[in-house]
């Protein structure tokens, strides 16, 4: 396990994690700061994701990893997301975690690559969007289950930082797992993309996994 600095934690709490990872875990210690102050520490963190390397916790002062018991994972179902999926898995199962899988409705933006994009650019109604976008909860879920994985599935609207923090609070989620993908949008460089921003708000840990 690799620490940047001395987190809030002891390596002993912190070790379950890192094994569940391979043994490849940067740890950052959030203490209490300006809130900009954290979105700039989240968009370092996906800065140093994209050059390539180990998972990196964020982990605000007060929070801990030493017992996990519900891990939180936001689905945006995009390709590139699977990596961190595979890693939440793998966590869930050496914890024996739940899963909780969560999917935000919002602006709807697509990534170049995205394997279903011609079905989404085809539907006719948001609630086609939304049949759609279940039955990718099911497959994620029924994957966690094969596993031996309790997993269950929700949605939500609204901003996506927003409702994956509201998410966590309302149940009890231990340690929320999030896929880094860089800016997508003038907002994302300007405020700080999704993952940053869950960072500047999280009580709680959060995993950011390259994607």
């Known amino acids: 396990m690799t620490l940047l ?16 990872l391979g043994g490849n875990l940067i740890t950052v210690p959030l203490a209490p700061r300006h809130a900009f102050a954290r979105v700039l520490v989240g968009s370092g963190i996906e800065d140093a994701l994209q050059r390539g390397g180990p998972p990196v916790l964020a982990l605000p002062a007060g929070a801990s990893v030493a017992s996990i018991s519900r891990v939180l994972f936001p689905a945006d179902f995009a390709p590139r997301s699977e990596p961190a999926f595979q890693r939440t898995l ?47 909860l099911g497959v994620f879920a029924a994957r966690a289950r094969e596993l031996g994985v309790p ?13 994956i923090a509201r998410y966590a609070a309302a149940n009890a989620i231990d340690l929320i797992v999030m896929a880094t993908h860089g800016p997508r949008s003038t907002e994302d460089i300007l405020l700080g993309t999704t993952t940053a921003r869950v960072i500047q708000r999280s009580p709680i840990a959060v995993l950011a996994v390259p994607a």
């Open 5 to 20: 600095s001395a987190p809030p934690a002891s390596p002993a709490a912190l070790s379950p994690l890192a094994a569940a």
């Open 90 to 136: 793998q966590i869930c199962q050496a914890l024996a975690a739940e899963l909780h899988l969560l999917h935000v409705y919002g602006d709807d933006r697509l990534l170049p690559n995205e394997t279903d994009q011609a079905r989404r650019a085809a539907v006719r109604s948001v609630r086609e969007l939304f049949v759609l976008d279940q039955e990718r």
């Open 151 to 163: 997993a269950s599935a929700a949605t939500a609207e609204g901003r996506a930082h927003d409702a």
